[in-house]
């Protein structure tokens, strides 16, 4: 799964936006945003563990994403569906990632302080 491709392919349909109500199984965008965090620490962890072994990074990316996903009792199904309900709803995916944005900056500076 190449799941950087999906949300920037995701990103290109939020061009066509329409307003519909958001279906039952559609994570909430609070829930996503944490979801979409943990996500991208993963994909950060990836690219640093490639200089180490591409192999061992590559096995370990689709391990990262079902315990993200398992931990918040979803699937990759609901995740792609909900990735897609917000591209076609840019307004509501632009505030999912300023709180993306800001929950790893709050980390980044937590890390940093130690």
Not at 29 to 41: C, G, R
Request: net charge negative; proline share 3%; charged share 20%.
């Amino acid at each position: 799964m190449n799941l950087k491709f999906l949300i920037v392919f995701s990103f290109l349909l939020a061009c066509s936006s329409s307003q519909e109500s958001m279906p039952e199984e559609i994570l909430s965008q609070n829930e996503f945003a944490s979801i979409l965090k943990e996500v991208h620490l993963a994909e950060g962890g990836f690219e640093l563990q490639k200089t180490n072994g591409k192999e061992d990074a590559q096995n370990a990316l689709p391990n990262s994403y079902q315990t993200i996903f398992s931990s918040h009792n979803i699937d990759e199904t609901i995740f792609q569906k909900t990735l897609e309900y917000y591209a076609n709803n840019p307004s509501e995916l632009e505030e999912i990632y300023a709180d993306v944005i800001e929950g790893i900056t709050e980390e980044r500076s937590t890390l940093n302080q130690q």
